[in-house]
């Protein structure tokens, strides 16, 4: 048998271009591998979803064909939890065509590893970081070595299941390459607008948050919170600035302001080296007035702010969140003070919470006057505390669990949880965006039943228009550009 060389590895996504592939592309190349991607835009599952969207080119039988005909050594999934059944139809088609085994990882397959192996399509799942696992894997595949003992990867063999610990996570991210964006650029994923990460890793441990799930698995024998420097960070924005035609940068790190030395030293650089606006998520209880000068200072057009419940006591005793309502009213002043414009992200329907706490988070709103503020409705991930709460209270049943499992539903929809409150919650999280910026529409908007088109009018209220702006363009050019580019290539082939 011939020995392979570079091994081919197949990774497939949808919906929107996503930074865990192109480190993980990224890395393969550079150690010499091959690497693809098969793309399905969706249907606009992550604004406001539109089946028909779905149907038109029918991709999921282009994906098919295209991966027989690219014939990997390795299939690769990077799963998160409201993907999770579209990723698993497709895995059970490929299996049925192909040979090469199949790999998840991920957020999701780090949170129920058990459950994802015990499924005839998935052969491995990585759990936690992937970037030393995967190439260490790839070379054990392509030179018929042992892969049985590869940190962070838990393996099915003949009936029984090898789970193997996790390495150290990587502690200098300067070392890894910059993410292979052009991979999810042929596809029309990003135009104009760079996303980029500065950093891993929160120091916070909110109840609901993936954060929970990695560290526990991680521990405490690693710093789980790192940075690269901002000199990497800087080469890399140029580095795309040179091949792309970038007018914002988005900075997608959990928390943007946890490191003021970091943040001083990015404001001396950035505004001189690049100058471009950008937009971040804050955190309350990381902003000082040095923080918001810095930040203003450095180009910063917008912020994302979690306030996640008006309520104290849900805050602190629910999601383990320990800020004040006082602290927040602070910040939404400074903010206000450097001209820096705010959206704040709520979650309402949480497991317990009654109908007077959902309104606590409105009108905490209505205090603070955000510029647009985004409801969700609480969404169980598992492996989360809260999740594992809204178990022990009899808010998740078997019926509810089988649905998680499945990743049915998302946030952007009504609760999955058997909650009491089911209406209130609906109505809170399709009309909450608009009174909180109309207040004066309260008497109006009370007698409106929530539905399809509310929600979708509902966008324009939780998000700035310039925001609006650059997604509809990403999202008209991904599905004219996937299209366009499956349709050459079967063209090219007839
Ligand atoms: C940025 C971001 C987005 C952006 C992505 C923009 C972009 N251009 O990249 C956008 C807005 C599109 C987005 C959308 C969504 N997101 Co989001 N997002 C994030 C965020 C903040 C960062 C993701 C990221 O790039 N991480 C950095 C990379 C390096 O990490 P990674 O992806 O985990 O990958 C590493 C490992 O997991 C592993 N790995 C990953 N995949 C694979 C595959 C293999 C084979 C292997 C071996 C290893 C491996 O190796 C990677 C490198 O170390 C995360 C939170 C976070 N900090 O991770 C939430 C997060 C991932 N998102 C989340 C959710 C829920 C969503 C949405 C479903 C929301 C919605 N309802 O629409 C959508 C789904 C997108 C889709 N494709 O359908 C949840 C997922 C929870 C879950 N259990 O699934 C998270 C964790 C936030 C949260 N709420 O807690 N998101
Ligand atoms: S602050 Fe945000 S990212 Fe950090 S643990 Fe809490 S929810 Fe997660």
């Known amino acids: 048998m011939d020995k392979i060389i570079t091994m081919k590895t197949l990774f497939i996504f949808r919906n929107a271009e996503w930074l865990g592939i192109e480190y993980l592309s990224s890395v393969l190349k550079k150690a010499g591998h091959q690497t693809k991607l098969l793309f399905n835009p969706g249907a606009g599952d992550i604004e406001f979803k539109i089946p028909f969207f779905e149907k038109i ?15 990997p050594d390795l299939i690769a999934f990077s799963s998160l939890t409201n993907i999770y059944s579209w990723q698993k139809k497709i895995a059970v088609e ?21 459950q994802m192996l015990s499924q005839d399509f998935v052969d ?44 150290p996570l990587i502690h200098d991210l300067d070392v890894l390459p910059f993410p292979d964006k052009e991979i999810f650029y042929k596809y029309g994923c990003f135009y104009d607008r760079l996303y980029i990460m500065t950093g891993r890793g929160c120091p916070f441990s909110c109840s609901y948050c993936y954060n929970a799930t990695y560290k526990n698995l991680y521990g405490s024998k690693n710093p789980y919170v790192r940075r690269r420097s901002v000199r990497n960070v800087i080469d890399e924005i140029l580095y795309f600035r040179s091949r792309y035609p970038i007018k914002e940068i988005f900075f997608y790190d959990d928390i943007f302001t946890i490191q003021k030395q970091w943040l001083e030293e990015f404001a001396s650089s950035y505004p001189k080296e690049v100058g471009l606006p950008y937009k971040c998520l804050i955190h309350v209880d990381t902003i000082d007035e040095e923080i918001m000068r810095l930040l203003s200072k450095s180009g910063c057009y917008y912020v994302d702010m979690g306030l996640e419940s008006g309520n104290e006591k849900i805050r602190k005793q629910l999601l383990y969140r320990n800020t004040t309502n006082e602290q927040i009213k602070r910040v939404a002043h400074l903010l206000r003070k450097y001209r820096i414009p705010f959206t704040t992200l709520n979650m309402v329907g949480l497991p317990s ?12 709103n209505i205090a603070i006057k955000p510029n647009n503020a985004l409801f969700t409705t609480f969404y169980p991930f598992p492996n989360t505390p809260l999740t594992d709460r809204a178990e022990l209270l009899g808010y998740i049943d078997d019926e509810v669990r089988l649905k998680l499992n499945n990743g049915e539903k998302s946030y952007k929809e009504s609760t999955i949880l058997n909650h009491p409150e089911k209406d209130t919650i609906l109505w809170i999280s399709s009309f909450a965006p608009i009174l909180v910026k109309w207040t004066f529409l309260t008497a109006i908007l009370k007698r409106l039943k929530p539905n399809r088109f509310f929600r979708f ?12 702006f650059f997604r509809t363009k990403e999202l008209v050019l991904m599905y004219v550009k996937t299209r366009t580019y499956y349709y050459m290539k079967r063209n090219i082939r007839e």
Not at 57 to 71: F, S
Not at 94 to 110: C, E
Request: hydrophobic letters at 45%; charged letters at 20%; proline letters at 3%.
């Open 57 to 71: 080119g029918n991709i999921d039988a282009v994906i098919i064909e295209e991966a027989i005909r690219y014939n």
């Open 94 to 114: 490929l299996k049925k065509h192909l040979a090469a085994p199949i790999i998840f990882g991920g957020i999701h397959a780090t949170a129920v590893p058990d």
């Open 124 to 167: 491995m799942v990585c759990i936690g970081e992937g970037e030393e696992a995967l190439v260490e894997l790839a070379h054990a595949m392509a030179n018929h070595e042992n892969i049985y003992s590869i940190q962070n990867i838990w393996f099915k063999n003949n009936g029984s299941i090898i789970k193997n610990s996790v390495r």
């Open 353 to 364: 919470e009654a109908q007077e706490e959902m309104w606590d988070t409105v009108d905490l």
């Open 457 to 468: 009018i509902a966008i324009f209220f939780s998000s700035p228009l310039r925001n609006i």
